[in-house]
């Protein structure tokens, strides 16, 4: 099939940027999303052109990296899904294709598509652990009974990949459903209760201080989040962080 | 608490509660509002009730413009935020894709409903406060009901009034059920929450909508 492809093209973050017209033949249906870049790419340094940044790693929907804006969709138009796993099959010949990097101050370009998300890695780091002493004899995880129900949705909060397609798609660029996963993945656990209200705390601040924006509960995030993060850990998180401040 | 009150989480649920609260009020005001289409009478003595008790007075209706003021203005602080947090836009944006308009649009429809209460405190708070206050009128517990067809009589302001509540219809579509999970309501009774903000929703704009009719097509002969 050919396409007509509309890319985001910028040198570096101190660098305006701009959407740049490419058309490529010859892309077939069973080829993924990435694989067709990866021609584009070769077709641009056979020519002598510098080729088009983007971020991809495992290439199996697993870690995140892949963060593109695809036709206005964060990670294009199938649902549950990261872009590496998004085939050309989706697509028809003749289409125009508009590729653009994550939108977000939080998340600030570094070249071309490729978008700094360190600002994740920050709010982690704020509270996004439990802090227990390690030894050669660690106790069996297993001596802590735990709900099953709640073993559950812990376990699904914490499939989170830290993608920031939520930011992607939310009209506020708000990073609330990656940051009540994180939240909720302990707050579930009995392992989480002893910093509780610290870790919802400090990780709220961290988030208003990268510049991310208020969430309007469109719903926005749970739809486009590959792993189907619940809206529901945005509401725990509520409640944490509600807790928390009264209690002081 | 010094964090609760910086912390975007906190902007939030000043939102969900001042709007809650202005939820109830509607209540309040969509049953006496009815009256004036069942029975005058009792319209004029709720009317008169609310105009001149001092509790009424001096105590809720600050509260009640308080309550206003603070959605409006939080409104727009966390939209002004909102759209810094995005400072380079989307060149293709299919926000239809997954999320409803009536979500991603409170601002629009919170803009209208704003401008109607400009109106509606013109049409009938600023009168009754230069009724009372200034003129110094005697009081006349039977006034209320021919005022107030009265001010329905031009198609404009019907049409206003009913265009308005339209929109603010679709702002209590998402505002209601959204305010519960801002305080951190999402369990088995967010579907039957989200179901009578359906409900609600449609009801007190359509019976608000329903009295300017009534009162447009039925003046008052002398």
């Known amino acids: 099939m050919k396409l007509f492809l509309k890319i985001w093209r910028q040198k570096d973050g101190n660098t305006k940027g701009k959407m740049v017209d490419y058309t490529l033949d010859g892309v077939e249906s069973d080829m993924s999303f990435l694989e067709m870049l990866d021609i584009l790419n070769e077709e641009l340094i056979a020519k002598g052109e510098v080729p088009i940044e983007f971020d991809h790693d495992c290439r199996e929907g697993i870690c995140g990296t892949c963060s593109l804006m695809i036709n206005g969709r964060p990670h294009g138009p199938d649902s549950r899904i990261t872009v590496c796993q998004l085939h050309m099959r989706s697509f028809n010949d003749g289409d125009t294709i508009v590729i653009e990097p994550w939108r977000a101050k939080a998340f600030p370009v570094i070249k071309d598509l490729v978008v700094d998300r360190s600002s994740f890695d920050r709010i982690q780091q704020a509270g996004g ?87 309007t509960n469109t719903g926005a995030c749970e739809v486009e989040c590959p792993k189907g993060i619940s809206l529901e850990n945005i509401a725990r998180m509520n409640r944490e962080y509600l807790s928390a401040s009264i209690k002081g | 608490m010094s964090g609760l009150i910086k912390s975007s989480l906190a902007r939030k649920v000043v939102m969900a509660l001042s709007g809650l609260f202005l939820v109830i009020f509607l209540v309040l005001h969509v049953t006496i509002n009815l ?50 947090a995005r400072n380079v836009r989307y060149a293709k944006f299919n926000g239809g894709a997954n999320a409803p308009w009536v979500s991603r649009n409170m601002i629009y429809s919170g803009l209208v409903v704003l401008a109607f209460l400009g109106l509606h405190f013109y049409d009938f708070w600023i009168h009754e ?45 998402h505002g209601f059920a959204s305010s519960f999970q801002t305080m951190g309501v999402n369990n088995k009774y967010t579907p039957a929450i989200k179901s009578f903000t359906k409900l609600f929703s449609v009801v007190v704009p359509l019976a608000f909508a329903f009295i300017a009719i009534y009162h447009h097509l039925n003046p008052i002969t002398h």
């Open chain 2, 129 to 173: 406060m230069a009724y009372k206050y200034v003129e110094a009128n005697p009081e006349d517990p039977t006034r209320y009901y021919a005022e107030t067809v009265e001010k329905f009589a031009p198609m404009w302001r019907t049409v206003l009034y009913v265009v308005s509540f339209v929109l603010l219809s679709l702002h209590l579509w």
């Open chain 1, 129 to 215: 652990f439990i802090s227990v002493n390690t030894s050669g004899r660690p106790v069996d995880a297993n001596a802590i009974p735990i709900e099953k129900e709640m073993a559950d949705k812990s376990f699904n909060a914490a499939t989170c990949i830290g993608c920031g397609a939520c930011v992607a798609a939310c009209k506020n660029a708000s990073a609330m459903l990656f940051t009540s996963a994180k939240v909720s993945q302990f707050a579930l656990l009995p392992q989480g209760q002893v910093e509780a209200a610290d870790r919802v705390m400090n990780m709220v601040r961290q988030m208003d201080l990268e510049g991310f924006g208020n969430c």
């Open chain 2, 35 to 84: 009256a004036s289409v069942i029975s005058p009478e009792f319209f004029n003595e709720a009317s008169h009730f609310m105009g001149y008790n001092p509790i009424v007075q001096f105590l809720m209706q600050p509260i009640l413009i308080a309550g206003v003021i603070v959605h409006f203005v939080m409104g727009f602080v966390l939209e002004f935020q909102n759209r810094a």
